[in-house]
Nanobody, 111 residues
Framework: QVQLVESGGGLVQPGESLRLSCAAS????????MGWYRQAPGKQRELVAT???GYADSVKGRFSISRDNAKNTVYLQMNSLKPEDTAVYYC?????????WGQGTQVTVSS
């Protein structure tokens, strides 16, 4: 059974940074394309970054995805955070698989 557990979210001020983690079990992340997604209140879930090198225009130059194969973990480094980055962040394969969604981690950017 695949389990993806996101962590690292929190409340930060604009301009600050966060690093999100996605710890995986039941799946080998090193042989799967992975992605970070987010869903803001009242909006559809959107793709933010992928391990194939793709980034949403809104986060290019500020966010960076990486992974540690030894830890079977994917990360999302988020710098220069903006209030519009506020959302619940999820990891999943890329493309995402319906039964892999976890609980996500809340990121709130507010002064």
């Amino acid at each position: 059974q695949v389990q993806l557990v996101e962590s690292g979210g929190g409340l930060v001020q604009p301009g600050e940074s966060l690093r999100l983690s996605c710890a995986a079990s039941g799946i080998n992340l090193s042989i799967n394309h992975m992605g970070w997604y987010r869903q803001a209140p009242g909006k559809q879930r959107e793709l933010v970054a992928t391990t194939t090198g793709g980034y949403a225009d809104s986060v290019k130059g500020r966010f960076s995805i990486s992974r540690d194969n030894a830890k079977n973990t994917v990360y999302l480094q988020m710098n220069s955070l903006k209030p519009e980055d506020t959302a619940v962040y999820y990891c999943n394969t890329f493309p995402g698989r319906a039964n892999y969604w976890g609980q996500g981690t809340q990121v709130t950017v507010s002064s």
